[in-house]
């Protein structure tokens, strides 16, 4: 199982990015998918999960402003993050317990500049 994250990039204060996850290989269950990121000089912190049976929650930070959401085959989630501020700048890892084994995918940078 292989979990591929796309969708970072540059862009400024106020705008959206959309970030997608992508499971792979053979996927039996899929307990949640989850977004984690990583500031510079900071803990990696948990942004959003969606789980099996779609429940998602949020940090407290990005409540309102992201939403998590996946494919009708349940292997691939969406980030979708509005409202972006310098803030949000950081490394974004996809993170998933699948198959009841927990998965990393490589991150991907999202900057948001003032």
């Known amino acids: 199982v292989q979990l591929q994250a796309y969708g970072g990039g540059l862009v400024q204060a106020g705008g959206s990015l959309r970030l997608s996850c992508a499971a792979s290989?053979?996927?039996?269950?899929?307990?949640?998918m989850t977004w984690y990121r990583q500031a510079p000089g900071k803990e990696r912190e948990l942004v959003a999960r969606?789980?099996?049976?779609?429940?998602?929650n949020y940090a407290d930070s990005v409540k309102g402003r992201f939403a998590i959401s996946r494919d009708s085959a349940k292997t691939t989630s969406y980030l979708q993050m509005n409202s972006l501020t310098p803030e949000d700048t950081a490394v974004y890892y996809c993170?998933?317990?699948?198959?009841?084994?927990?998965?990393w995918g490589h991150g991907t940078q999202v900057t948001v500049s003032s």
């Open positions: 290989g053979r996927i039996f269950s899929i307990n949640h």
């Open positions: 993170n998933g317990r699948i198959n009841n084994q927990n998965y």
């Open positions: 969606i789980t099996g049976p779609g429940t998602t």
